[in-house]
Each structure stands twice: as structure tokens, then as C-alpha cells.
């Protein structure tokens, strides 16, 4: 009775130890984090190699539709050089502007996405995401099409906005919408 219980003990350890050896996974190795860069169109995006034209189309696609529901609208182009700087707004509609689209940031992740990229508030060689963070051309972090550091170079030619963003604007700023 005592070697049956010795025997069980023994057997119950053996099972233990050798299912401990089996879980020695080694931990893997953390992916690197995704590349990004900044681009005008979905061609430019993908002579980078990195993605396909059509990875590229609809991480921009999402971007555009993004900036399409998000982007301030205002109801002349006045309003909308007073606040996004002069040669910033495009015409949307009967009495519709709205900030223009220069770029594209890209993060190649599987799957890759986009947001919509705006000329600076200041006349630097650089974009603006929607949130306001600039994106400088010195930023060696960033992947830039020549197309777009074309772009980001005009945009520190063009004339700022007004120094006040806009607030000076009074009741005419309600218009806004």
C-alpha cells in the first residue's frame, strides 16, 4: 500500500515536471513598430514598396472621408482664408469652403491607414494633421515623397494666417459651422 502510494506521488511529480518542460516557449520578439510617411496620392505612396496602389487607395480613401465629415466648413472664402491662411481653403459647394488637402500621413501597418495633412498655421516647411501637430520636412522619422517635401517647402512661402486665428472676425464668425 505504502510503494502504491509512492508510486502515485512519483508518477504525479514525473507528470508535473516533464509538463513543465514542454511550456518553455521562448518569448517572442516585439514587431517593429510600423513606418510612416507622408505623401500626396496613392502612387506616391506605394512607389515607396512598402505597400500596394491599393492599400495605399484606401488608407487615403478613409482619409479623404474622414476629412469630408470633420473639417470645418465655413460659408465664404473669407472666413475660411481668415482662419486657415490665404491659398489654404477650396470651394465646396455654393458658399462652402473648407481647408485643402495638401498630403497624406501614412502608416504602413497591416492595414495601413491615413490622415488627411494641411498646410501650417505658420509659413513653415511643413503639414498639419487635424489635430494640429506639425509635421516638419527635418523629421528623419518620416518617410517623404519628393512630391510632398515639394509641398511642404511651398507652404513656408505662403502668407500666414491672421496673427489672431481668426478671433477678429466678430459676428461674422458664427457663420461658421
Not at 24 to 51: N, Q, R, Y
Not at 106 to 130: C, E, I, K, N, Q
Amino acid at each position: 500500500m505504502v510503494s502504491t502510494r509512492l508510486s502515485i506521488v512519483a508518477s504525479t511529480i514525473c507528470a508535473v515536471a516533464l509538463s513543465a518542460c514542454g511550456n518553455s516557449e521562448e518569448p517572442k520578439a516585439a514587431a517593429p513598430p510600423p513606418e510612416h510617411g507622408i505623401f500626396v496620392s496613392s502612387s506616391d505612396c506605394a512607389s515607396t514598396d512598402k505597400l500596394t496602389i491599393e492599400q495605399c487607395g484606401q488608407a487615403i480613401d478613409q482619409a479623404i472621408a474622414e476629412h469630408n465629415a470633420q473639417a470645418t466648413v465655413y460659408t465664404s472664402l473669407r472666413l475660411c482664408e481668415a482662419k486657415e491662411g490665404p491659398e489654404r481653403c477650396d470651394k465646396i459647394g455654393t458658399n462652402q469652403y473648407r481647408v485643402r488637402v495638401q498630403a497624406f500621413f501614412v502608416t504602413m501597418s497591416d492595414p495601413p491607414t491615413a490622415v488627411p495633412l494641411y498646410a501650417p498655421h505658420g509659413s513653415t516647411a511643413a503639414f498639419r494633421s487635424p489635430s494640429n501637430q506639425e509635421l516638419s520636412v527635418v523629421d528623419e522619422s518620416l518617410k517623404m515623397s519628393r512630391a510632398a517635401m515639394t509641398i511642404a517647402n511651398e507652404n513656408s512661402r505662403l502668407p500666414e494666417p491672421n496673427s489672431d486665428g481668426g478671433a477678429g472676425l466678430g459676428a461674422a464668425a458664427a457663420d461658421i459651422h
